[in-house]
């Protein structure tokens, strides 16, 4: 059962912009508000790394990799959060989930691939 549905990804040349989407269904909905939801991504050889975390209270960190070009937010009432990203580098270039976390439980997207040319 597919909980967490994400789109978004693309290809893009190195300096250009993609917007990320995740919308929970199923049994997270009627949790959501409550949880801290992220964005990890995962290239190729590597192990998966946070990029983007917000709270319920809309508090949010960033990896040093991507502060002050990456901006994640969430919209409660439509039980989605995005992933904005703008100046994008060959190194960006990834497969990129969203993830639900309530109480040391994790769901996860099937994930999304986003390739940055340059």
């Known amino acids: 059962v597919q909980r967490l549905v994400e789109s978004g990804g693309g290809l893009v040349q190195a300096g250009g912009s993609l917007r990320l989407s995740c919308t929970a269904a199923g049994a997270i909905l009627s949790t959501f508000n409550s949880g801290t939801m992220g964005w990890y991504r995962q290239a190729p050889g590597r192990q998966r790394e946070l990029a983007a975390v917000?709270?319920?209270?809309?508090?949010?960190d960033y990896a040093d990799s991507v502060k002050g070009r990456f901006t994640i937010t969430r919209e409660n009432t439509r039980r989605s959060v995005y992933l904005q990203m703008n100046s994008l580098k060959p190194e960006d270039t990834a497969v990129y989930y969203c993830n639900f976390r309530r109480f040391g439980v994790d769901f996860w997207g099937q994930g999304t691939q986003v390739t940055v040319s340059s």
């Open positions: 917000i709270t319920p209270d809309r508090t949010t």
